[in-house]
C-alpha cells in the first residue's frame, strides 16, 4: 500500500503503462505467429508484406524500450534472411 501521494501516482502509472506494454507485446507475439505461418506457405509476397510489418513493430518496441534493441536487431536479421531463402 502506497503512503505518500507521490508513490500513490507512480502506482497508477505503473498500471496503465503495465496495461499498454502488455497489449504491444500481444501485437508482436501476433506478427510473429503470423509470419511464421506464412513462411511454412508458399505465398512470398504475403510474407514479405508479414515481414515488414513485424520488423516495424519491433523497431518501434525497441525504440522505446519494451523489447532490448539486439532483439529486434536480430528478428529483422531473422526477417531478411527469410526473405531471401
Known sequence: MANTKSAQKNNRKTIARTFHNRSRKSRLKTLAKKVEALA????KEALKVAAGQYVSAMDRAAKTHLVHNN????TKA???KLIAA
Open 71 to 74: 532483439k529486434a536487431n536480430r
Open 40 to 43: 511454412a506457405g508458399d505465398d
Open 78 to 80: 531473422a526477417m531478411a
